[in-house]
């Protein structure tokens, strides 16, 4: 089995795939609440911050790639394992609207263990709410472009994940909805080898290339040119001369 990349915060993740110094953060301000005033959950998250720096389990940010806007949202598994709560949802949306609202390309990156217990049905929500942003971002002609790194499971993959019109993986990753054991004890039978990984979703039609993490910009940058219209180059121009 291919050798998994190591795990990478979301916002280093933003900065890794953006060009130095154009990265602006969106929904910044969004956090997570205690909803359902979960017992330990809040000491939990504040521990959490204080030990990987970053505030949520996701990050967004509108910068460029070799001079191509685009809008990067990305998912951080050392933050309760990349769960979707209401903030994490609420980044991911706000990040799909942006692309939506100034026409341009989407990128996102997926890392999680599922939907956040802590916030019961709230956090289920998440997966309708950020699928309709999805779907009314594409039906304009929106361009995104989906990249699964390791682990990218439960409700995550159940949604947005799965909806990019180009998806991507990292060598190795686990991609699915139920992990690998959950289904050997459901059907009573072993799994073949490699099952789920990105090499076994790419041979099975759910993955359209393997990229090593090395490759993703470059990756990325191919595809943002043969999918850019001339408007992208406008606001980008438009950007600049304004100072933004």
Known sequence: MPEREEQLGGWARIEATLDAGTARAIAADVSAGDPLSFPGYADKLADLRARTGADEAAAAALGEIEGMPVVVCALDSRFMMGSMGVAVGERVTRAVEHARANHLPLVIFSASGGA????GVLSLMQMAKTSA????????????????????TGGVTASFASL??????????????????VIEQTIGQRLPEGFQRSEFQMEHGFVDAIVPRRE??????RLLRLNRPSAWVGFAREGR???A
């Open 116 to 119: 956040r217990m802590q916030e």
């Open 133 to 152: 942003a999805v779907a009314r971002f594409q039906a304009e002609g929106g361009l995104f472009i989906s990249v699964l790194t390791h682990p990218t």
């Open 164 to 181: 990019g019109d180009y998806t991507l993986a990292e060598p190795g990753a686990l991609i699915g909805f139920a992990g690998p054991r």
């Open 216 to 221: 993703l910009r470059a990756a990325l940058s």
């Open 241 to 243: 001369e304004e100072g």
